[in-house]
Nanobody, 125 residues
Framework: QVQLVESGGGLVQPGGSLRLSCAAS????????MGWFRQAPGKEREFVAT????????YYADSVKGRFTISRDNAKNTMYLQMDSLKPEDTAVYYC??????????????????WGQGTQVTVSS
């Protein structure tokens, strides 16, 4: 069973950048399809990006395509989300998620069995 811990959130001005990390332990990291999700106050948790087990294939929500980049380093048991050109509407708690049985384009949060505790990202001037 894998444990996930996010880090790297914070307060950033519009147009700025942040890099989130998701460190995994307790499981065979490379056997998990993984993704980033976010949840803003009063809203449902939504898909941001997913990545295949090898890291060679990625999939993005339209709202972040061209601005965010998902990656993973299987040797370091870590997944990343590079967020550029941030907008106020990107403000949310960001979560990483993992599952061994999913295809990497699985975008529904309910499909994922393992979650981190979340990290707050606030985009404001």
């Amino acid at each position: 069973q894998v444990q996930l811990v996010e880090s790297g959130g914070g307060l950033v001005q519009p147009g700025g950048s942040l890099r989130l990390s998701c460190a995994a332990s307790g499981g065979a990291f490379s056997s998990y399809a993984m993704g980033w999700f976010r949840q803003a106050p009063g809203k449902e948790r939504e898909f941001v990006a997913t990545i295949s087990r090898s890291g060679l294939s990625t999939y993005y929500a339209d709202s972040v395509k061209g601005r965010f980049t998902i990656s993973r380093d299987n040797a370091k048991n870590t997944m990343y989300l590079q967020m550029d050109s941030l907008k106020p509407e990107d403000t949310a708690v960001y979560y990483c998620a993992a599952d061994q049985s999913l295809a990497y384009k699985s975008t529904r949060p309910t499909f994922y069995n393992y979650w981190g505790q979340g990290t707050q990202v606030t985009v404001s001037s």
